[in-house]
């Protein structure tokens, strides 16, 4: 009866029919098996296992956690160090905080009458966790007086306990005054998700030994990157252009980083191109695979291929390459995928290139058509050459 009162009571205070003191009674269980203390509200993700998704506004806001009402962008005045414990205890239980919450990035869109957009650079707004079910159950949570924990941008130190196990899909995003982040030492296993560290002020991170996989983007822009012996899997987009400098711990037995580039330990897989390295590439028999956005953004100007043939030009491969004029000695792919080539303005050579099954639509958005064959029985998408005029251009 007294749970049944409560959701009455919360659902009442939501529709503004009556006025109930929902601070009081945030502190009681509430639903999706959540629980709040000292500050924080937790979310029970496992036997035992939680994951810290609200922080009590008014506790946050008095300590410049995130921006102030009228949206203005903060500059905390001193260090604003956030700590994230390893356990906490509720109604005689201890929890063990094993995650950082999962925030959902946007997926891949493309519209011609409006817009064109990469989620795995352009992540977009992240919604809601994904077990708040819908915008009432949120509202329910925001009415107790709560914010996520990943629109605290005011944080610039984040200490995270070793009892992690996950660091959730954007969970770090946005924080743009972070500049220091503690891991331990190392973990027993732990992995990130995708667009973990999009948007903040990291300018170097150490990834702690014990880390299995990196997930699409995680790194966001970070420009000095160490990477653990125990790295098994990484997403793409990881290494990117805006990194300066790149370490791989001795030992890892999955990578291997030669001029600038990360590669597979065997030379198969390119996974991506760091601002290290040159302007002309030549790229490997060996090399089997580019990676979606491997180049993307980078200041490489011309590509010799080894290989004669490439399976395909994965979404994004060179995307924004502004500088890219020549690409030379690949003789057939079977496809260019989605914004392989957009925005290359001055590519115009591809050798004596095939094509031989298909060109992905916005292959070579903003970019001119450079001189290449296609065979008469692929096909060519609509817009793979040609941008639509946007409605409300000039």
């Known amino acids: 009866m007294k749970n049944k009162l409560f959701v009455v009571c919360l659902i009442l205070s939501f529709l503004m029919i009556t006025n109930i003191d929902v601070h009081a009674a945030k502190y009681s269980d509430i639903k999706n098996n959540c629980f709040w203390e000292d500050y924080v509200c937790y979310h029970i993700v496992g036997k035992n296992e939680v994951e810290p998704f609200l922080i009590d506004s008014e506790y946050g806001e008095s300590k410049e956690y995130w921006y102030p009402t009228n949206g203005e962008l903060i500059t905390p005045k001193e260090d604003v160090v956030l700590s ?49 079910k819908n915008y009432m159950d949120y509202m329910t949570y925001s009415g107790l007086g709560g914010h996520p924990i990943n629109s605290l941008n005011g944080v610039t130190h984040l200490i995270l306990p070793n009892t992690l196990e996950h660091i959730g899909n954007g969970s770090l995003a946005y924080y743009s005054n972070l500049k220091i982040i503690d891991f331990p030492t190392n973990y027993e296993f732990i992995t990130f998700g995708d667009n973990v560290f999009i948007e903040n002020s990291l300018k170097k991170i150490v990834i702690p030994e014990g880390t299995y996989k990196l ?47 990360m590669y597979s330990k065997d030379g198969g897989i390119l996974y991506g191109v760091s601002a290290k390295a040159p302007s002309k590439i030549t790229i490997l028999k060996a090399v089997k695979e580019i990676r979606p956005c491997a180049f993307a953004y980078s200041k490489v100007k ?85 941008r639509p005029k946007i409605t409300g251009e000039d």
Request: a positive charge; charged letters at 25%; hydrophobic letters at 35%.
């Open 302 to 386: 011309e590509i010799k291929f080894k290989g004669k043939y490439l399976n395909f030009i994965n979404k994004g491969t060179f995307l924004g390459c502004i500088n890219l004029t020549k690409i030379s000695g690949l003789k057939e792919v079977k496809g260019i995928e989605y914004a392989a080539f957009s925005g290359c303005p001055k590519l115009k050579s591809f050798s004596n290139l095939k094509v031989n099954d298909y060109i992905s639509i916005a292959a070579f958005w903003d970019s001119k058509k450079p001189k290449f064959k296609i065979d008469t029985t692929a096909t060519v998408k609509k817009y793979a050459f040609k």
């Open 84 to 132: 994230i414990p390893s356990t906490v205890d509720h109604n005689g239980i201890s929890y063990t905080i094993t995650r950082m919450p999962d925030y959902k990035a946007s997926g891949v869109t493309f519209d011609p009458k409006y817009e064109i957009s990469i989620s795995i650079l352009d992540p977009g707004y992240y919604e809601e966790p994904s077990f708040i």
């Open 215 to 261: 997930g699409t983007a995680s790194l966001g822009k970070i420009s000095e990157v160490s990477l653990p012996k125990s790295l098994k899997k990484i997403g793409d987009y990881v290494i990117n252009s805006s990194m300066n400098k790149i370490t791989l711990a001795k030992g890892n037995r999955y990578f291997k980083i030669t001029n600038g580039i």
